[in-house]
């Protein structure tokens, strides 16, 4: 290839094209890949084709230092559309993506998938969104490919020192719970038709300073299921979750000569990790100041990582 | 496997990175909001993180009435605004009690609006159990509570370093209302620089009402001091003449035996990568 040479965009022929989409049919419904897909990580797991890493080139220098080779790119999504529940369509839509990236790292015989971030595009087709994941998988040296990849949501750098310290992230776990106070429409599991009649009183315009116990009640029933579904998710793979991100909303119906009814629903998604008790952290911690300005609490401003429940940020605005 | 510093990869994680160990732990599991960095500090102090704490309550603010031209405090909102917050943390610190915690780290206080009725706000208290690793029981807060605090990880590993244990949230609020200025007074001034005294003073005496309440609190508890001491203020929706000024903080105490020659020099270092 020439120093200036352009590959010319050539479009796939209509029966290319038709192969293709059917190859990414048959695999989504097998829960497979489709061979070119294979292909490509294969033959960047065996050095045929240069390796791909989303890490940066301080990532990469300390990845190499621990034994640690990138391999390529692998994501995982999925769009899904929400018919009986949005909140647990949420469940399910990670879950989804959560096997399909992991397929794809056992394709190219990783042991870990890290720098894995949660993404979805902001378009909106009805009741229906798109579910990613996007991270880059890693073989360690000497160790074989893991029949089970694990997924860590931290960036390589972060990875590495985690591992020194004791502490496997293992993998994303997601729980999802939602409820009807009064109503029930056949599609929450406890429904309450009766309830909301309480809550309709502690609301009135005559009402005082009053906490709403039955709605209150309601939603730390609902949040308590939601945390309870994110633990018992998280036993699969491992015995703690750190880093939580949480998005929740109670939501008000208007019904005809009854009280009103009020759906809650709680989704929280957290960074599963693996780690002995009391693990050491091998490390001492030294105190020191940075004297960039940048870090002054003067100019601290906050950052959110995975840019899909932003209700930690928009919490600012009524904050305290 | 070694590093440049002589640091091994542990057994346990190579195994599971090579797909060797898959069981779950069925029993144990942790939750924490903490960020990695967090868990690590918290865990160099000593403690491990037993579950995410949570309190919330959903309240109903009644009715006051302000004059026009008033400068007052509006007791039924400050009585809301206080209660409400009280509650969501009493339910946070109950939950940290059934799971065995000996505190909790990393509180924040959070206030939502609900869209549907403005009288209605929802309180959240959030932060991590943690109980010290070793089972050390001088850590509980008053009355043998588990303690609360605001502080992060990060915090927490320098509040302990500094030879300070965490006893408990403190808080005050006041709801105020500032005086409108009447036709006379305006038109007066028209033209002027002059100060709006009314103005400076409910807003001065609003503050003070809420520092004082904050301080009462932190006394009860049987603090020495009160840490990364913040005051807010925030107008929930109210007309524009009503402010809530609202103060908090964590208490604290001396650690027992801990020598101010305990305490490392910090380093100053500037960092040339960024």
């Known amino acids: 290839m020439g120093l200036f040479s352009r590959n010319s965009v050539t479009p796939k022929n209509r029966a290319e094209h038709e192969a293709r989409a059917a190859a990414w049919e048959q695999a989504l419904d097998r829960q497979s890949l489709p061979p070119f897909v294979v292909d490509r990580l294969q033959n960047a797991a065996i050095g045929k084709t240069p390796w791909v890493a989303t890490m940066s080139p301080a990532e990469l220098l300390l990845a190499k230092s621990h034994g640690v080779k990138p391999i390529a790119t692998v994501s995982g999504t999925c769009w899904f559309h929400y018919g009986w529940s949005w909140t647990e369509g949420h469940e399910e839509g990670w879950h989804h993506a959560l096997n399909r990236i992991r397929r794809e790292a056992i394709a190219c015989g990783a042991n870990a998938i890290v720098d894995v971030r949660m993404r979805t595009l902001r378009h909106s087709f009805g009741p229906s969104m798109d579910f990613t994941l996007i991270g880059t998988a890693i073989r360690v040296d000497g160790l074989k490919p893991s029949p089970d990849p694990i997924v860590a949501t931290v960036p390589a750098l972060e990875f590495v020192r985690l591992l020194e310290m004791g502490i496997v992230p293992v993998g994303i776990a997601v729980g999802a719970r939602y409820d009807w106070l009064g109503g029930g429409y056949g599609n929450g599991w406890g429904s309450n038709a009766w309830g909301g009649r309480q809550t309709q009183w502690q609301t009135s315009a005559f009402a005082g300073n009053q906490p709403l116990t039955e709605l209150g009640t309601f939603w730390e029933g609902v949040r308590r299921e939601a945390h309870a579904a994110l633990r018992a998710n998280a036993a699969t793979m491992g015995n703690g979750v750190l880093a939580h991100t949480h998005f929740g909303e109670i939501l008000k119906q208007e019904r005809d000569k009854q009280p009103p009814a009020y759906l809650g629903r709680h989704i929280v998604v957290g960074t599963v990790v693996d780690t002995p008790r009391g693990a050491d952290v091998p490390h001492t911690i030294e105190p020191v100041i940075d004297m960039r300005d940048a870090l002054s609490p003067l100019k601290r401003t906050g950052e959110v990582r995975h840019a899909i429940y932003d209700t930690d940020s928009s919490e600012q605005e009524g904050s305290i | ?274």
């Open chain 2, 1 to 274: 496997m070694a590093d440049a510093h002589g640091q091994d990869i542990p057994e346990h994680a190579l195994a599971r990175l090579a797909g060797l160990r898959r069981e779950g732990h069925p029993g144990g599991i942790f939750t924490s909001d903490f960020s990695v960095n967090e868990f690590l500090l918290v865990r160099k102090a000593g403690f491990e993180p037993v579950g995410l704490c949570v309190g919330s309550c959903i309240y109903h603010l009644g009715f006051q009435f302000a004059g026009w031209s008033a400068n007052q405090e509006m007791d039924v909102l400050s009585t809301a605004m206080y209660e409400a917050r009280a509650l969501a943390m009493e339910r946070m610190r109950l939950e940290a009690a059934q799971m065995g915690a000996d505190g909790i780290v990393g509180v924040r206080l959070t206030v939502k609006r609900l869209e549907w009725d403005a009288k209605i706000l929802e309180f959240v208290a959030i932060g991590t159990g943690v109980v010290h690793a070793k089972g050390h029981q001088g850590f509980k807060g008053p009355n043998g509570q588990p303690f609360t605090s605001a502080l992060s990880g990060q915090d927490f590993w320098t509040l302990l370093a500094a030879g300070y244990r965490p006893l408990e949230m403190v808080m005050g609020s006041c709801v105020y209302h500032v005086a409108r200025r009447g036709p006379l007074a305006t038109l007066g001034s028209v033209g002027q620089n002059v100060e709006l005294t009314n103005f400076s003073l409910a807003l001065y005496e609003a503050r003070e009402i809420a520092m004082e309440r904050m301080q009462t609190e932190a006394a009860q508890a049987g603090a020495e001091g009160v840490v990364g001491a913040d005051l807010h203020e925030g107008s929930h929706n109210w007309s524009p003449h009503v402010i809530e000024f609202f103060a908090i903080g964590t208490a604290v105490l001396p650690i027992e035996g801990h020598e101010t020659d305990d305490i490392p020099d910090p380093k100053l270092v500037l960092s040339v990568n960024s």
